[in-house]
């Protein structure tokens, strides 16, 4: 369905050309949140992160944009915070860095410019890649990277269907906010996006438990330690989760998104940036 939006948002641009192109160049500061295995809420009330980057755009007229962009942020998620038992029994937690960059078309509803909208509701929608490397902490309290523990048995050749997962993936980046002109110089943009990964392990969580004694021979003590914390806590019931056990909900990828404020320099199109600056700006070129 997303695929078919941007798609036809591309076959419309030929139909709205009607006035110069203008880039625009920026910084973007937010907040970011995940969706998946262990955070069931879209908008929960915890476990939200910073984020930082940079952000480029080049308008063809006032209504269709292309727009770049490099970010920065941390998402984390913990049993402990679930209001859900089983969740709680589970008890795992993870947390990560990640990197994204992405491409996406813009669209204003409004032919905001210069002389004409000052204000304009927008969307956008397009692909990203993103770095991720998800960790938790092991009982001694020491940072552990779950990646190469296999915790799911990824990579085992005695579950040869459970490949590793990799850490650079894609995402499909779409949302909206409101743009405002600010003189003649100045975008301001608030923003939320979503970002619907291709992978089901950004938190490591997916699956069924593997058999935690063949994962021991295979990946050692701390992977198995690693893969079922449930018997860290005071109400375990002495019992191992089986193989087959559910630990994760493998039918539906997990998610972030980033609720953000930009502030973008706005300029015409390219080859005329000094002569702009000299009307706008003509302090800087005496």
């Known amino acids: 369905m997303l695929k078919r939006i941007i798609l036809s948002l591309f076959l419309l641009m030929p139909f709205c050309v009607n006035a110069q192109s203008h880039h625009e160049i920026g910084i973007t500061l937010g907040l970011s949140n995940y969706y998946g295995d262990l955070q069931p809420k879209m908008f929960p009330s915890i476990g939200y992160h910073p984020m930082g980057g940079i952000i480029y755009k080049y308008f063809m007229n006032p209504h269709f944009g292309l727009r770049f962009g490099a970010s920065y942020t ?118 939320i996006g979503f970002r619907y990964t291709n992978t089901d392990y950004l938190d490591d969580v997916s699956k069924s438990y593997v058999d935690l004694d063949s994962l021991n021979a295979y990946k050692g003590q701390l992977a198995k330690t690693m893969s079922y914390r449930g018997n860290t806590l005071a109400t375990w019931d002495k019992n191992n989760p089986y193989y087959g056990y559910q630990r994760g909900d493998s039918k539906a990828n997990d998610w972030y998104w980033y609720a953000n404020l930009s502030v973008t320099i706005y300029f015409r199109a390219f080859g005329n940036t000094r002569e702009y600056l000299k009307t706008r700006c003509p302090g800087f070129f005496r």
């Open 74 to 191: 941390s998402l984390s998620a913990s049993d402990s915070d679930s209001n859900i038992p089983v969740n709680r029994a589970r008890n795992l937690s993870f947390g990560t860095h990640l990197f994204e960059m992405h491409g996406a078309l813009e669209v204003n509803f409004l032919p905001i410019e210069i002389n004409d909208f000052k204000v304009t509701p927008y969307v956008f929608g397009g692909l990203s890649a993103f770095y991720y490397n998800p960790f938790a902490d092991d009982p001694n309290g020491n940072r552990v990277f779950l990646r190469p523990l296999s915790t799911e048995g990824e990579g085992l050749p005695i579950y040869p269907d459970r490949k590793q997962y990799s850490q650079i993936n894609m995402a499909f980046p779409f949302g909206g906010g409101a743009k405002f002109f600010i003189g003649k110089t100045l975008m301001l943009t608030t923003e």
